[in-house]
């Protein structure tokens, strides 16, 4: 009668070893003395109390149904996971695992969102492209009138971020997320990558493939790990290419051509192995529009002479390519927790979409049209770029640890190029063997393995 009386009171007793039962529950491995529920007290404070005026206050309006259940407590939204004992006592916090399964599924992600962050706007779309188109050509001209060599430098840094927004336009076209007009995201798709030398169909088939299989090592398309087997198959200029900054930030072109190491095909050829035979045509448009932007150059260099077009377009398409390498490859390496790369069973379209990163990239976040929400866009890409910030705050309760607040950045998002370094030195290959497996890190890169 009396651990009833206790039991209604909210003075469970808890026995001496509990497990983790999940997330957000709390245990004990050490025995310890008994306590209650709500109190720090033991069974010799407990004496002393009044129980008659006590269980006047508890027994009111009670339910005394029978109820059997184990002593825990659940921890909400807000604990966000941090769990420090049995109700905050006796337990420091367990390490959190980036690799366990998460506690919510793709639906709970999916439902936190604000329906009005998945509409199109086409008008808005297009006013972007607008902007962006207008300014690389006012650019253009303000150099080409001044054409001196204290603006060249200006004009590079400036020209080559804004052909990265127009990439992420277009790649808006290819997801979809630009309209529901398939035609006109086709159309300006084509004009736009056409004219920083990206096939339209032939990346946006093989990106389309990234995001189905983030996070899989062999089923991922850009920036995967590269297998240990690969990796020591790899001769010593490929490895110091592939890890020595900068030469992996001008892999695009070569990515566009061969794919990546272990990888067969083009994003040109319409019999790749990145495409099924009902994509051909689209590959052959996609590959006529780029060699028509080449042609168009070549008669330009005529025209302007090709010093002139190396200025205006050479070197501002090599800016380009470097803001794309840093920024695609930044969102699924770098961060100073290692993260989980997805074989097998153990991979799911949820897991493999959580181990991307966001990063902020300071005044640029508005030039390149927030690309750096790239949690939220991985898992939903057809939300359009600019409810990308609102979807991505909606979801942050849900995700709890397996959303990584990013590192503020300065107006320059200069702390991105340490990042980057460090993770080139780090992360080399990942093991042939098992279903979640982290980047290990050869310390004598410059050596191959028959040595």
Same mark, same amino acid.
């Given at each position: 009668m009396a651990s009833l009386v206790l039991s209604e009171c909210g003075l469970n007793p808890l026995p001496?070893?509990?497990?983790?039962?999940?997330?957000?529950?709390?245990?004990?491995? =050490? &025995? /310890? =003395?008994? !306590?209650?529920?709500?109190?720090?007290?033991?069974?010799?404070?407990? =004496?002393?109390?009044?129980?008659?005026?006590?269980?006047?206050g508890c027994f009111r309006e009670r339910n005394w149904g029978l109820k059997v259940s184990a002593p825990y407590k659940v921890a909400n939204d807000e604990d966000d996971n941090k769990v420090t004992g049995f109700n905050g006592v006796g337990e420091e916090e367990k390490e959190f695992d980036p690799g366990s399964p998460p506690?919510?599924?793709?639906?709970? #992600? *999916? +439902? +936190?969102?604000?329906?009005?962050?998945?509409?199109?706007?086409?008008?808005?779309?297009?006013?972007?492209?607008?902007?962006?188109? +207008?300014?690389?050509f006012g650019l253009a001209a303000g150099a080409a009138?001044?054409?001196?060599?204290?603006?060249? &430098?200006?004009?590079?840094?400036?020209q080559s971020t804004m052909l990265w927004a127009i990439f992420v336009l277009g790649h808006d076209c290819g997801h979809g997320s630009f309209s529901n007009n398939h035609n006109l995201n086709s159309v300006v798709g084509h004009i736009l990558h056409s004219s920083i030398l990206v096939p339209y169909h032939g990346w946006r088939i093989s990106h389309r493939t990234h995001h189905q299989n983030h996070g899989h090592v062999e089923k991922d398309e850009s920036w995967h790990p590269l297998s240990e087997k690969?990796?020591?198959?790899l001769d010593d200029m490929t490895k =110091?290419? !592939?890890?020595?900054?900068?030469? &992996?930030?001008?892999?695009?072109?070569?990515?566009?051509?061969?794919?990546? &190491?272990?990888?067969?095909?083009s994003h040109f050829h319409p019999n790749s192995d990145l495409f099924v035979p009902s994509e051909k045509i689209d590959v052959i448009t996609s590959t006529a529009c780029w060699a028509a932007m080449v042609a168009l150059l070549v008669g330009l260099s005529f025209? #302007?002479?090709?010093?002139?077009?190396?200025?205006?377009?050479?070197?501002p398409y090599v800016g380009f390519v470097m803001w794309l390498d840093l920024v695609t490859y930044l969102h699924h390496h770098g961060h100073e927790d290692k993260l989980p790369w997805y074989r097998g069973?153990?991979? /799911?379209?949820?897991?493999?979409?959580?181990?991307?990163?966001? *990063?902020?990239?300071?005044?640029?976040?508005?030039?390149?049209?927030?690309?750096?929400?790239h949690i939220i866009h991985h898992l939903f890409p057809q939300i359009p770029h600019y409810h990308l910030i609102e979807a991505t705050e909606a979801v942050k309760p849900v995700l709890g640890k397996y959303y990584r607040e990013p590192k503020k950045s300065a107006p320059l998002p200069f702390h991105l190029i340490g990042d980057l370094i460090r993770s080139m030195a780090r992360d080399h290959y990942v093991s042939d063997a098992g279903d979640v497996v982290y980047y290990q890190t050869d310390y004598q890169p410059g050596r191959s393995s028959s040595e």
């Open positions: 001496q070893t509990l497990t983790r039962l999940g997330p957000g529950i709390i245990s004990h491995n =050490k &025995p /310890s =003395k008994t !306590r209650f529920l709500y109190t720090n007290r033991t069974l010799t404070d407990l =004496k002393g109390l009044p129980f008659d005026k006590f269980s006047r506690p919510f599924n793709l639906s709970d #992600v *999916r +439902a +936190a969102i604000p329906k009005h962050c998945w509409v199109k706007d086409p008008w808005r779309s297009m006013s972007y492209v607008v902007r962006d188109v +207008a300014v690389v009138y001044l054409n001196n060599w204290l603006v060249w &430098p200006l004009y590079w840094a400036a690969i990796y020591k198959s =110091k290419l !592939r890890f020595t900054v900068p030469f &992996p930030m001008l892999a695009y072109p070569i990515y566009l051509w061969s794919r990546s &190491p272990g990888k067969t095909g025209v #302007v002479g090709p010093i002139q077009l190396l200025n205006l377009y050479g070197i069973k153990e991979w /799911s379209y949820l897991r493999g979409g959580l181990t991307t990163l966001d *990063r902020d990239y300071g005044w640029i976040n508005n030039i390149h049209h927030d690309i750096g929400t």
